[in-house]
């Protein structure tokens, strides 16, 4: 059935059919394909479309010009060739459908889904469309349109070699998506997200890419002469040498900042060192108080006396490293790797090492500090340890007041002259600890079969 609908915006009204005349229309296009007797190209243009079913037909070289197909379904169809040219697909289903060599000059995909639809060498380059006058003589004019990409989801679709220049491409999804030799000269790709997209050869001069996510993208050999990235995330992104050393885009990498912090670490490191091994007369003190340190590779790093009050190290590998006397105060060293480390004198009041491992450091006393031969012992007062391992872990003279250490692991641990005053030793594992009935006192959660076994 066949009735007119509301005119487009150029004046000229479409003609609506329901779904069992597009059906018959469909198949004699079919049969046009294969060049069957029967066959009659199906001719679309200017027609209202809008929620009809194309799933899975053979479009290719159909005439969709100027038509309305908002909310059609055109999943997985074949649509090769195929004129859209000034076509409304608002909202549209094109999940999987081969639009290669398409028209879509000047058609509007505002919100269309084409994830993992084929499009390449499509064209959706402005198109030069006929408008006609409301007045008496209709005065026939031709209006210059852009293809409307915005707010679409084209999750790992193939638009290679596509002609997007001069395209609004902003705040949609093209994760995945290959767009290998693509032309997006002038492209509007604000706040968009490519990650791990193939731009390989592509074209992006001039191109908008502000606030555009390309984590993990390639862009190898990639034309970005005037590309726009202030604000985009291209952390893990595959870029040529020669770019990758243009200030806007070693920042869009996320690396000239975090090469920054860790020449600064290093030379805090180098320097603080020379401090160490001259007897404080030469280098500096490392002062790393409110430092995000989280899951840095430091291990066998001399941080001996460094200050490091509320530092965070959550997950940091310090293993083997010397923190001698190193003042931790309030420090987050939680999952830290502190295994065969040199801890002696240590402060960590209330710090968190909840799952950390101390496997086998020293935590001992300093001794002999100074011309009176004073002893510095390790405070770990109100420390969390809780399921912190503390394996074979030297903790002679160790103030542990109100620290918590449930569920830890303390077999062979070495307790001797501890302060364990209300701590709590719920669930810890003691087997082959060293401990001191009389600094156990006031210790909660210890099994009285290890009460009984101290010595």
Avoid at 65 to 88: E, H, I, T
Avoid at 123 to 134: C, I, M, P, T, V
Avoid at 305 to 325: E, K, P, T, V, Y
Avoid at 423 to 430: M, N, P
Wanted: proline share 1%.
């Amino acid at each position: 059935m066949n009735q007119m609908a509301a005119p487009q915006d150029g004046g000229i009204a479409l003609t609506r059919i329901d779904q069992t005349r597009l059906n018959d229309m469909l198949y004699a296009h079919q049969l046009y394909v294969a060049k069957k007797q029967g066959g009659k190209r199906a001719m679309l243009s200017f027609h209202d479309l809008s929620g009809l079913d194309f799933s899975d037909r053979d479009l290719s070289q159909a005439d969709f010009s100027s038509s309305r197909l908002s909310g059609a379904n055109l999943s997985n169809a074949s649509c090769q060739g195929a004129s859209f040219l000034g076509a409304d697909l608002t909202l549209a289903d094109l999940t999987g459908a081969d639009l290669t060599r398409a028209d879509l000059r000047g058609a509007c995909l505002h919100g269309a889904t084409l994830d993992a639809a084929n499009f390449t060498e499509a064209d959706f380059r402005e198109a030069s469309l006929a408008r006609y006058g409301n007045d008496a003589a209709k005065r026939l004019t031709f209006e210059k349109v852009t293809t409307d990409l915005s707010q679409l989801s084209a999750r790992g679709a193939n638009l290679s070699g596509a002609r997007l220049a001069n395209m609004a491409v902003i705040d949609s999804d093209l994760s995945d998506a290959i767009l290998s030799h693509a032309d997006l000269r002038r492209t509007d790709l604000r706040n968009s997200d490519l990650s791990r997209a193939r731009l390989d050869s592509a074209d992006l001069s001039g191109a908008n890419c502000q606030g555009t996510r390309m984590v993990e993208a390639s862009l190898i050999d990639a034309k970005l002469t005037g590309t726009r990235f202030r604000g985009a995330d291209l952390t893990g992104a595959k870029v040529d040498p020669a770019a990758a050393e243009r200030a806007d885009i070693k920042s869009a990498l996320g690396r000239a900042e975090e090469q920054e912090r860790e020449q600064e670490l290093a030379e805090t490191l180098a320097r603080h060192d020379v401090w160490v091994q001259s007897g404080s007369r030469d280098g500096a003190r490392a002062d790393l108080r409110r430092i995000d340190l989280s899951g840095h590779a430091l291990r066998g790093a001399n941080l001996a006396a460094a200050l490091m009050q509320d530092c965070q190290l959550r997950g940091a590998d310090l293993s083997r490293g010397i923190l001698a006397m190193a003042d931790l105060t309030a420090g987050d060293l939680a999952g830290a790797n502190l295994a065969n480390a040199d801890l002696r004198g240590i402060t960590l009041v209330g710090a968190q090492l909840a799952d950390a491992n101390l496997s086998g450091a020293d935590l001992s006393p300093v001794q002999n500090i100074g011309g009176r031969g004073q002893s510095i012992a390790s405070n770990l007062d109100r420390a969390d340890l809780t399921g912190a391992r503390l394996r074979g872990t030297v903790l002679r003279g160790v103030k542990l007041v109100g620290a918590k250490l449930t569920n830890a692991d303390l077999r062979d641990a070495d307790l001797t002259g501890a302060n364990l005053s209300e701590a709590d030793l719920t669930g810890a594992r003691l087997d082959g600890a060293r401990l001191e009935e009389a600094l156990l006192r006031t210790a909660t959660g210890l099994p009285d079969a290890i009460r009984a076994q101290v010595i």
